[in-house]
């Protein structure tokens, strides 16, 4: 009994069709054939195989048929070889170069015999390319049999290209057994897990000022993020302190900042940075963060002060290390135009052996350049600056985007902020002091320092280099902190 899945013609690209029957794809041509003795049927990655035609590109005569048992050999056939196969999967496919068609073979997972026979493979050679409507130049039988594993065989050879790509497969050395595929596919994880981990270390360190962050540091949270780019140093002197100069440092800030903003001489502020200091919880309105606003807005005491924004120092940008071969961020790479198993042919065959014409190669330094890539962002076209107008009163800013929604529409700003605005130094400097009162000594200092920093603005490096200087006053000293003055 005889069965055809496919009969008639099929389109190659490439010289190229093949089976398969598993997720990872078709492999590499020095893969497919190697440690064969024939070159037309590669079959030594398990589960596909890699079939050579003559014709570079067009339609080419393509039957499949699968027996119960050996079907006869044919002697009109020219060239035939025969290989052993087993699918990978219960789905096993005859796919074009670049997945154009497909055609289900309905093979079950166990062993066959495979033979593929080939007729006219130097004309279409020759040829190179048929358009549509002209005779076929080439034909194709491909059948299977249930057999157990047999190694690969020549059973006749009459075309000038069956015999190069014979002569292509016997220089290919033998497939990694499942072992040493096992051992490879190892090291390449740990190779990887290693390189992603430099990389990011490389990030932490470059974020944290140049040496990692101590555990109590990575995870502070509060404000740590925000005073890093202003002086990634303090913030590790700061780490680097005991609790109670933890603690001086959060008083000293919050101080200066309440000072800056002219909040220091009202009594309630008075009272409650009296109270941080002496270790007391803090009184109302500090007890509430709503009662807290509500006093700053009433109190008509409160000075109108403004400040510019608080802008940290440029900083060098972030270099990865030298990129291996698992590089977790792989820069884009100039290549050959022909993408997918077909790149192989371009870097893998030794073309002037190969009897008659050059293959085509399309791409750089072929017949036509590639097209731009729309996933290579240095391809893609930049877009022209844009006037952006004021938005009206009522109407979203127009550097807005408005996601589509049921009930009211959400707009989400993206746009640069203004850093010539001035803000209110009161509402930047008042939450220092809330801040220093918190749990953690570490955290308080960190988000009443942040707190200040942004009440200062501009000012901010003279703020920087008093809290450094008693960091670093209390990183040597034997004794307790003394009470900021």
């Known amino acids: 009994m005889v069965r055809r899945p496919v009969a008639g013609e099929v389109h190659v690209h490439y010289h190229q069709i093949y089976v398969g029957s598993r997720d990872e794809g078709i492999p590499g041509l020095d893969e497919a054939f190697g440690g064969q003795r024939g070159g037309l049927c590669g079959a030594a990655s ?23 048992q050996a079907p006869p050999l044919d002697a009109a056939w020219e060239d035939v070889v025969e290989v052993s196969f087993r699918p990978a999967s219960a789905q096993t496919a005859l796919v074009q170069w670049a997945g154009e068609d497909a055609w289900d073979l309905g093979l079950e997972e166990r062993d066959y015999r495979v033979r593929y026979c080939a007729t006219g493979m130097d004309q279409a050679r020759e040829r190179d390319t048929r358009p549509a409507g002209e005779p076929l130049l080439d034909h194709y039988l491909l059948q299977f049999w249930p057999a157990p594993p047999a190694p690969d065989r020549v059973l006749k050879q009459t075309s000038a290209e069956a015999g190069y790509w014979h002569a292509f497969a ?13 051992e490879a596919e190892r090291r390449a994880r740990l190779a990887r897990e290693r390189a992603e981990e430099e990389h990011r270390l ?16 990575r995870g ?12 990634p140093g303090l913030v590790h002197a700061i780490g680097a302190v005991g609790p109670e100069a933890q603690r001086a440092v959060a008083l000293l800030g919050a101080r200066r900042a309440c000072e800056a903003a002219g909040l220091a001489e009202l009594d309630w502020v008075a009272r409650g940075l009296a109270a941080l200091a002496e270790g007391r919880p803090l009184p109302p309105p500090f007890d509430d963060q709503d009662r807290l606003w509500r006093a700053l807005a009433a109190d008509p005491r409160v000075p109108e002060r403004t400040v510019g924004r608080a802008i940290p120092p440029e900083r060098p940008p972030f270099r990865p290390p030298a990129p291996g071969p698992y590089d977790p961020a792989p820069r884009p790479q100039a290549g050959p135009g022909i993408v997918g198993p077909a790149a192989a042919w371009v870097a893998g065959l030794d ?6 014409a050059a293959p085509r190669v399309v791409g750089s330094g072929g017949e036509r350049p590639s097209a731009p890539s729309p996933y290579d962002p240095a391809e ?3 877009p022209a600056p844009r006037a952006v107008r004021p938005a009206a009163q009522g109407e979203p800013h127009p550097g807005a985007r408005a996601r589509r929604q049921d009930g009211p529409v959400m707009y989400m700003a993206v746009f640069e902020p203004d850093a010539t605005a001035r ?3 009161p509402h930047m400097a008042l939450p220092a002091l809330p801040a220093a009162a918190a749990g953690d000594p570490l955290r308080a200092a960190i988000d009443a ?20 200087s008693f960091c670093a006053e209390h990183a040597t000293s034997a004794g307790p902190p003394s009470e900021p003055a």
Do not use: C, M
Not at 49 to 68: A, I, K, P, R, S
Not at 170 to 182: S, V
Not at 224 to 229: H, I, S, T
């Open 380 to 382: 893609r076209p930049k």
């Open 423 to 425: 803000i209110s130094q």
């Open 46 to 68: 398990p589960g596909t195989l890699w079939l050579v035609t003559g014709l570079h590109t067009g339609g080419v005569g393509f039957t499949v048929e699968v027996h119960d």
């Open 202 to 217: 490389a990030r932490e360190r470059w974020e944290w000022g140049g040496q990692l962050p101590s555990p109590a540091l």
């Open 220 to 231: 502070v949270g509060g404000n740590v993020r925000g005073l890093l780019p202003f002086d």
């Open 351 to 356: 073309l002037a052996s190969r009897p008659k």
């Open 449 to 468: 320092v942040f707190a200040a920093v942004t009440a200062y603005g501009e000012d901010h490096p003279a703020l920087l280099r008093e809290i450094r």
């Open 170 to 182: 016997r220089r290919q050395p033998p497939p990694p057994t499942p072992a040493e595929r096992a």
